[in-house]
Each structure stands twice: as C-alpha cells, then as structure tokens.
C-alpha cells in the first residue's frame, strides 16, 4: 500500500485597497495622505520554520481548517506627512 502524498506546504493570500490624497501648496509645503485597508490570511506557520514541520497545523491534511487572518494582520493603516522646502538657494 502507497503512502498517501502529502498536501502543498500552504496558502498565504493578501488583498488590499488604497487611496491617496497629495495636496501641494505654492508656498512650499506639501501633504500626503494614505490609508489602506487590507486582510492577510493564511493557514502556515508564522515562525521560520523548516519544510515539513508537521507540529503547528490542528489538522495535518485539512489545511483550511487553519485558514485565518495572520498575526501581522493590520486591517487599517493611515499615514501622513508633510514637507516644507525651506526658501535657500544653493549659490
């Protein structure tokens, strides 16, 4: 009798949307503005671990009961910045 084979090492899947607004003003500053609203999802080990470490899944062939939203998993980011040109000139 044949050992049955062994399932794929996993599935890591990551979808997300962004906007931009970038404002620039005639005086020298500028702002930008992003957000991001994303969902990282896998069913593997977060660690570094090595190929066919077997001890992190609770179902060995049925991955997808440990399919989730990984650790690092940041739903909702904003960002902003700004910059001032100061008014030297290189001479």
Same mark, same amino acid.
């Given at each position: 009798m044949r050992p049955s084979p062994l399932p794929a090492i996993g599935r890591?899947? /990551? +979808?997300? !949307?962004?906007? =931009?607004?970038?404002? =620039?003003?005639? @005086? !020298?500053?500028?702002?930008?503005?992003? /957000?991001t609203y994303s969902k990282f999802l896998n069913n593997t080990d977060e660690g570094g671990a090595d190929? !066919? @470490?077997v001890g992190v899944y609770s179902d060995f062939y049925n991955r997808a009961a440990d399919y989730g939203p990984? !650790?690092? @998993?940041? =739903? +909702?980011?904003?960002?902003?910045s700004g910059v001032y040109e100061l008014p030297i000139r290189a001479g």
């Open positions: 890591s899947d /990551y +979808h997300a !949307g962004t906007a =931009r607004l970038e404002k =620039r003003c005639s @005086d !020298g500053f500028s702002f930008l503005t992003t /957000y190929v !066919g @470490d990984l !650790g690092n @998993d940041i =739903r +909702h980011r904003l960002t902003v």
